[in-house]
T-cell receptor, first 106, second 113 residues
Framework: AQRVTQPEKLLSVFKGAPVELKCNYS??????LFWYVQYSRQRLQLLLR??SRESIKGFTADLNKGETSFHLKKPFAQEEDSAMYYCALGNTPLVFGKGTRLSVIA | DAGVIQSPRHEVTEMGQEVTLRCKPI?????LFWYRQTMMRGLELLIY????????DSGMPEDRFSAKMPNASFSTLKIQPSEPRDSAVYFCASSSRGGDEQFFGPGTRLTVL
């Protein structure tokens, strides 16, 4: 069965510290993976997708097929990064993880 | 395109009343999804449509919930009768392909007293 696991419900880091939001997936085929972000009381919006291999707002994510992971990273956290982050697996429909709330402390 | 449009943005109603949430997907998108978001349960997929046809409604919690998509530019999610435990933010999303990026609406914040 397709599944996305985000093991941390809440992650708190200090401003300027590195951030890693974990995402593991289970999928038998060639996966397409996404990270969505939801700022307070706003809609979910796409942050990045693995096929584009780009950095958005300083975030990057690398697909590791051996470890079936797609962790989201940023070298220096900013206060405006505080939000809910969802990892999603490209299937019909998308399979979302439970989400991780990132809190960046000044 | 204005993106996915939802109305109303906020709804406060009393237990037992009928609630209708509305969604206009992005033009040209063949897939439409309804989600519910709560603190306790996170983001839950309720139902999704492809070319106006409901494909999977296994996430609809009870018979009190129903969804329709009469045409490619409009969908409704109805709760009748509403209960306090239905209080949540309801999101609509659309995509051009089933497994592709979904574009979310701003959500409807429902409070059932």
């Amino acid at each position: 069965a397709q599944r996305v696991t985000q093991p941390e419900k809440l992650l708190s880091v200090f401003k300027g510290a590195p951030v890693e939001l974990k995402c593991n997936y289970s999928y038998s085929g060639s996966p397409e993976l996404f990270w969505y972000v939801q700022y307070s009381r706003q809609r979910l919006q796409l942050l990045l997708r693995h096929i584009s291999r780009e950095s958005i707002k300083g975030f990057t994510a690398d697909l590791n097929k051996g470890e079936t992971s797609f962790h989201l990273k940023k070298p220096f956290a900013q206060e405006e990064d505080s939000a809910m982050y969802y990892c999603a697996l490209g299937n019909t429909p998308l399979v979302f993880g439970k989400g991780t709330r990132l809190s960046v402390i000044a | 395109d204005a993106g996915v449009i939802q109305s109303p943005r906020h709804e406060v109603t009393e237990m037992g009343q009928e609630v209708t949430l509305r969604c206009k997907p992005i033009s040209g998108h063949d897939y439409l999804f309804w989600y519910r978001q709560t603190m306790m349960r996170g983001l839950e997929l309720l139902i999704y449509f492809n070319n106006n046809v409901p494909i999977d409604d296994s996430g609809m919690p009870e018979d009190r919930f129903s969804a329709k998509m009469p045409n490619a530019s409009f969908s409704t999610l109805k709760i009748q009768p509403s209960e306090p435990r239905d209080s949540a933010v309801y999101f609509c999303a659309s995509s051009s392909r089933g497994g592709d990026e979904q574009f979310f609406g701003p959500g409807t914040r429902l409070t059932v007293l």
